[in-house]
C-alpha cells in the first residue's frame, strides 16, 4: 500500500465552522451568535488550528522527501556533531583512575553553560594527564569553551582540578529538514545519465556536510596545470568562511564523486588559489550624511563584495569562476552606498588597473586570513 498521508484541514473557515458545529451538537438549544465570548474562542481556535495544519502538512510532507533520499539514494542526512576538548586532570598521585564518565562543567562565549565528559578509563602517568572530553550534548553549543580552569561536577577524592587546554571546537548541529532537502536535490542533479562534467561534480561535492561552495573545473590536473587532460575534473570546495575545507572533509569529498563518477573518469580535489587584494579609497559623503556611518557601510559593502567572489544572485552557493577583480566593479559597488556623493580615489592593489588573481579557482584571499589578508581601507569626509 502506497503511503497516504493524513487530510489536514488549512481553511480556518471550515475548522471554524466544524468547531461551532461541535458546539451546537453537545450543547442543545445553543445557537452562535456572532460577537458571543463563545463563537470569539472557536474562530481564533479556528485560526490557530488551521496555521498549525498548515505546517504539520509542510513538515511532513519535507519529511516524507528525507526519508526517500535516506531510503532510495542512500543519502543520509547530517546529524550533527559532537564538540571536544582538550584538558589536563591534576590527580592526587600517579597511577590514580580517571574513570570513564568523570564530568566536567564548563561556559562557553554565548555563556552557555556546557558539560564534558570522559569517554573511558584513564590511569595518571602523571601528576598533570593530558585527556581529550566529549561534550555531553551534541552540537554548535558545545564550542568556544576556553582555555581555563573547568568546574568538576563528578566528585573524585583523586582528582583536584581540571583545566581545559585548549577551546573546545567540533562540535555542529544537526542539519534541519530543508537543508537536507537542499543537499539532496544537489546530489539528485548530479545523477544524471551521459557523463559528468565539472557542473556535476561541484553539485555532488556541495552535498557534503561542511561544504559551502565548490568549482569544478573540466580537463584540469593539478599536476599539469598548463596541459588540457581528457575525462579529468578538479573539484575546489570551499566552507562558508571561503577557506579551503579540513582534509577530513575533502577525503569525504573525494569519496562521494568517486562513488558516482563515469568508468575511467579522473577527479581531483584541491584547494584554491587566494591573493591578497588590498582596497583604499577616498569618498566625499553627501551633505549631511553621518561620514562615519558611511565608512563602515563602504567597508561592508566592499568586503561582502571581496567575500561572496563568484556568487550570483540567485544563488549564495554558486560559484562563477572569475579571476579578474575590476577597478571599475570595486567603484560600483563603493558608489552605490547610501550617502556617498562621490569618490576622489580608489585604487586596488596600489593601482587603478584591473587585478588578475592567480589559479584556475581564484579567489580574494579571506579578510581574516592569519598569514596574507584582503584589506579595505580608506576615509571618508
Request: glycine residues 8%; hydrophobic residues 50%; charged residues 15%.
Amino acid at each position: 500500500m502506497s503511503f497516504q498521508p493524513p487530510q489536514l484541514e488549512t481553511d480556518e473557515d471550515a475548522v471554524t465552522a466544524r468547531i461551532l458545529d461541535g458546539l451546537a451538537t453537545r450543547l442543545p438549544g445553543w445557537v452562535a451568535i456572532e460577537g458571543a465570548p463563545e463563537v470569539a474562542l472557536a474562530e481564533e481556535l479556528g485560526r490557530e488550528i488551521a496555521n498549525l495544519n498548515q505546517a504539520t502538512a509542510l513538515v511532513i510532507d519535507t519529511a516524507a522527501a528525507a526519508g526517500l533520499g535516506q531510503t532510495a539514494f542512500q543519502f543520509p542526512a547530517y546529524t550533527g556533531a559532537t564538540a571536544t576538548i582538550a584538558a589536563e586532570v591534576t590527580v592526587a598521585s600517579i597511577g590514580v583512575i580517571i574513570p570513564a564518565g568523570f564530568t566536567v562543567i564548563g561556559t562557553n562565549l554565548n555563556g552557555d553553560e556546557v558539560a564534558f565528559v570522559l569517554p573511558a578509563d584513564v590511569a595518571a602517568t602523571s601528576v598533570t594527564m593530558p585527556v581529550t572530553m566529549n561534550a555531553l550534548v551534541p552540537g554548535d553549543v558545545g564550542n568556544g569553551v576556553p582555555i581555563g580552569s573547568l568546574e568538576i561536577l563528578s566528585a573524585n577524592t583523586n582528582i583536584a582540578a581540571v583545566d581545559a587546554t585548549a577551546a573546545s571546537s567540533n562540535g555542529a548541529d544537526a542539519e534541519d529538514v530543508n537543508t537536507y532537502l537542499g543537499r539532496l536535490v544537489d546530489y539528485l542533479s548530479a545523477l544524471r545519465p551521459g557523463g559528468v562534467n565539472g557542473a556535476d561534480l561541484a553539485a555532488l561535492a556541495r552535498t557534503v556536510p561542511g561544504v559551502h561552495r565548490a568549482l569544478g573545473v573540466d580537463l584540469y590536473d593539478p599536476a599539469a596545470p598548463t596541459t588540457p587532460t581528457e575525462r579529468t575534473v578538479t573539484v575546489f570546495p570551499i566552507d562558508t568562511a571561503g577557506r579551503p575545507v579540513s582534509s577530513p572533509i575533502a577525503t569525504q569529498v573525494q569519496a562521494v564523486i568517486e562513488g558516482a563518477r563515469e568508468v575511467n573518469f579522473i577527479v581531483h580535489v584541491a584547494d584554491p588559489e587566494y591573493t591578497a587584494v588590498h582596497i583604499a579609497f577616498a569618498i566625499v559623503a553627501e551633505t549631511g550624511a553621518d561620514t562615519s556611518l558611511v565608512h563602515t557601510e563602504v567597508i561592508a559593502a566592499l568586503s561582502k563584495w571581496l567575500s561572496q567572489w563568484g556568487v550570483t544572485s540567485s544563488d549564495d552557493q554558486a560559484w562563477v569562476a572569475t579571476n579578474t577583480v575590476r577597478f571599475t566593479d570595486a567603484i560600483r559597488v563603493a558608489g552605490a552606498v547610501a550617502g556617498v556623493a562621490y569618490i576622489s580615489s580608489l585604487t586596488v592593489n596600489g593601482s587603478t588597473a584591473d587585478l588578475v588573481l592567480a589559479g584556475v579557482a581564484a579567489l580574494p584571499a579571506p579578510l581574516d586570513d592569519p598569514t596574507a589578508p584582503s584589506t579595505v581601507t580608506g576615509t571618508v569626509s
